[in-house]
């Protein structure tokens, strides 16, 4: 449907069960740990279910517009028109939160792609797409090695008589299976890890991370070494793909340079003949139609511009943000969690935020970073473990690692150098879970399970 997101029949979770879970209810033991989207769906109702979200809910009612009061200046409200059966209402609220997500809109850049309109094959966006059967026995290019075009290529390379996968600058790969059969996001996603790249040097941290992606293959044999080689930005996650190149049914190539009639021509000179189909998997735009003053979300250089990447800086009344609008090694939905924690203590003045200009600076400061190890993206790319701990410790639900080392040292030990799974938020302060401590403590046992 327009305006909302969409998946093909095959998509995986890439986060496994214990770091994907809301923070204070985790996956039952007996699911796996990478899950189809149609038990992650379930998983999101029986939530609903178990906190009694349901009631609150109007559904089947579509947003046309969210503008401020006329008193916005005073009261911080906001007026919200909406759509529902054929009829249009416009209320009033104290606080809005933008929860749309960034994968709706595709970014389909055709301009980009010279002789796209000779071209007598067939194209299309990457949110077309479905399941693999009418590729049956035709050669297909995909351009874009993101987790979506790197799942479709596999995907079609079961029934397709060639696929060919365009990627202008590698990627990482790595497997949802990592060392000794974990979960790749368990051993990697840790305190210990994260302090440790803090620690070393940044050339010694840079040889490291690319020992550590090269160690299951070498990337450059496969055409896949990403050119800014120390690069942070989120690798691939994908359990197949070398082993479909190692057969030949997946051939990396280049960026496009030119298509053509029956052929596309490539930058390294090669053309390939015969290409039926392209699928563009080059992403999604970040588009906001409901809202009737843009510049509030976009306001500079028409860029994403928040604060913590979830509260527009210029605002008088800070009484809107915008979640899930974060690119983290992590998994979204604890991200999300402790962002509307940390909104809502916003909303109710119990956080303070700092003056404009230092919101500002702050952003500019996470800018620069982000260009400096993620690469050029419209979203704020940081590192998981740091940016919840950013907003764990504003709202005070942070762990401490000295008071748990001295009360607790076998939950400091699991803490510190164990996953960084979502529950260690709900361990103290605000929204405190009883169950927190069994749950870290247990996460293992889930996983094995």
Same mark, same amino acid.
């Given at each position: 449907e327009e305006g909302r997101a969409s998946i093909y029949r095959t998509v995986f979770t890439n986060s496994c069960k214990e770091m994907s879970c809301y923070p204070d209810f985790p996956f039952p033991d007996d699911h796996p740990n990478y899950m189809h989207n149609t038990r992650l769906h379930h998983y999101l109702c029986k939530y609903a279910e178990h906190f009694g979200l349901l009631r609150h809910i109007q559904f089947k009612t579509l947003v046309t517009k969210v503008r401020k009061h006329p008193n916005f200046s005073v009261t911080?409200?906001?007026?919200?028109?909406?759509?529902?059966?054929?009829?249009?209402? $416009?209320?009033?609220?104290?606080? #809005? +939160?933008?929860?749309?997500? &960034?994968?709706? =809109? @595709?970014?389909?850049? !055709?301009?980009?792609?010279?002789?796209?309109?000779?071209?007598?094959?067939?194209?299309?966006?990457?949110?077309?797409?479905?399941?693999?059967?009418?590729?049956?026995?035709?050669?297909?290019?995909?351009?874009?090695?993101?987790?979506?075009?790197?799942?479709?290529?596999?995907?079609?390379?079961?029934?397709?008589?060639?696929?060919?996968?365009? $990627?202008?600058?590698?990627?990482? #790969? +790595?497997?949802?299976?990592? &060392?000794?059969? =974990? @979960?790749?996001?368990? !051993?990697?996603?840790?305190?210990?890890?994260?302090?440790?790249?803090?620690?070393?040097?940044?050339?010694?941290?840079?040889?490291?991370?690319?020992?550590?992606?090269?160690?299951?293959?070498?990337?450059?044999?496969?055409?896949?070494?990403?050119?800014?080689?120390?690069?942070?930005?989120?690798?691939?996650?994908?359990?197949?793909?070398?082993?479909?190149?190692?057969?030949?049914? #997946?051939?990396?190539?280049?960026?496009?340079?030119e298509f053509r009639e029956t052929s596309i021509l490539f930058q390294d000179g090669t053309v390939q003949d015969g290409v039926d189909l392209v699928v563009f998997a080059t992403g999604y735009i970040c588009s906001y139609p409901f809202m009737e003053d843009h510049s509030i979300i976009k306001s500079r250089d028409n860029e994403v511009t928040l604060y913590k990447g979830i509260i527009p800086p210029q605002l008088e009344k800070p009484t809107i943000a915008v979640i899930g609008l974060v690119q983290t090694l992590g998994a979204i939905m604890p991200t999300v969690d402790l962002q509307c924690r940390w909104a809502i203590k916003v909303f109710q003045g119990q956080c303070m935020l700092p003056p404009v200009r230092e919101m500002m600076d702050d952003i500019d400061e996470k800018m620069g970073k982000k260009l400096k190890g993620h690469g050029n993206s419209s979203m704020l790319q940081t590192d998981y473990v740091t940016y919840m701990d950013e907003l764990a410790s504003a709202i005070g639900v942070k762990p401490s690692m000295m008071k748990l080392l001295l009360t607790d040292p076998q939950l400091a030990l699991q803490v510190f150098f164990g996953p960084c799974t979502p529950y260690q938020f709900r361990l103290v302060g605000p929204g405190k879970w009883s169950g927190a401590r069994k749950a870290i403590l247990t996460q293992w046992d889930r996983t094995l399970q």
């Open positions: 911080g409200q906001w007026e919200v028109v909406t759509q529902r059966d054929g009829k249009e209402e $416009t209320s009033a609220f104290d606080a #809005v +939160m933008v929860c749309s997500g &960034h994968q709706v =809109y @595709p970014n389909l850049p !055709l301009a980009d792609f010279p002789g796209i309109e000779t071209f007598k094959g067939c194209y299309f966006h990457s949110r077309e797409y479905k399941e693999p059967e009418k590729f049956r026995g035709k050669k297909v290019l995909v351009i874009g090695l993101g987790n979506s075009g790197s799942d479709i290529a596999v995907e079609l390379s079961t029934v397709a008589s060639q696929v060919y996968l365009s $990627t202008r600058s590698g990627s990482w #790969v +790595m497997s949802r299976v990592w &060392h000794k059969g =974990y @979960p790749w996001d368990m !051993l990697v996603i840790t305190r210990f890890q994260t302090w440790l790249g803090t620690v070393l040097p940044r050339a010694l941290s840079n040889w490291l991370y690319v020992r550590s992606m090269n160690r299951s293959f070498k990337h450059e044999n496969f055409g896949l070494m990403p050119l800014e080689r120390a690069s942070r930005k989120e690798p691939v996650l994908n359990d197949d793909l070398p082993g479909r190149i190692a057969c030949g049914v #997946v051939v990396i190539k280049p960026k496009v340079k």
